[in-house]
């Protein structure tokens, strides 16, 4: 039995600390993954289940729970060396105007950027870039929560471009920490040009 223990980590790494798990598995097996909320459950039963796994969960204390899964059979997997792989058939960019994701809570809106941010880290096939702008000026710069996966991205050739202007009127110009300063036609040209855009 494979013990994974995610209790205490915010979405999404609960499912991506039990994928990483199920893509190393060369026979069957079986996952024992702790979690501490009801929501990390329903996400890691989800994936378990996608990748054709016989899953139970149960409860195990106030805040901890059990998920159990048991993998028969193993799907072929595709080694990726290096782990991040940046695209070369595709041109897809992450546009982010904002330090924070979607409307409402803005604590809760920042834990789910950064969230964003670590996803893409995680992908098979990274984007071609990263453009900032307006308020998602920040991200780049000294003290920024996801500096650390953004210059993880920036090795694998990702390029961060951050808006030249926007750095200006944060004041940000000399902090910013990791990629380019670009121009608003080049965030025009990059987005015309792009076979898809993704934007939180």
């Known amino acids: ?4 223990d995610a209790r205490g980590e915010n979405c999404p790494i609960p499912v991506i600390k039990t994928k990483k798990t199920l893509d190393t598995l060369t026979s ?3 996952i024992e993954v702790l979690v501490d909320n009801e929501i990390a459950v329903q996400n890691v039963t989800k994936l378990a289940r996608d990748s054709g796994g016989q899953v139970e969960s149960m409860q195990v204390g106030d805040n901890d ?6 993998m028969e059979s193993v799907q072929e997997q595709v080694e990726m060396t290096p782990t991040m792989q940046s695209s070369n058939n595709k041109n897809t960019i992450v546009v982010i105007s904002t330090e924070r994701m979607g ?5 809760l809106g920042t834990v789910l950027l950064k969230g964003f941010i670590f996803a893409l880290t995680q992908l098979q096939t990274l984007p071609k870039k990263i453009i900032f702008y307006n308020g998602g000026a920040t991200l780049p710069c000294e003290g920024s929560d996801s500096l650390e996966d953004l210059q993880a991205m920036a090795a694998e050739g ?3 471009l951050t808006c030249g202007t926007c750095l200006d009127y944060y004041h940000l110009k000399e902090k910013l920490a ?10 025009v040209e990059a987005m015309n040009e792009a076979s898809t855009i993704l934007k939180p």
């Open 178 to 187: 990791v990629g380019e300063v670009t121009n608003m036609y080049s965030i």
């Open 65 to 70: 729970f059990k998920v159990t899964i048991q």
């Open 28 to 30: 069957a097996e079986v």
């Open 1 to 4: 039995m494979i013990t994974v």
């Open 158 to 160: 990702v390029e961060i």
């Open 103 to 107: 409307e409402g809570n803005d604590e």
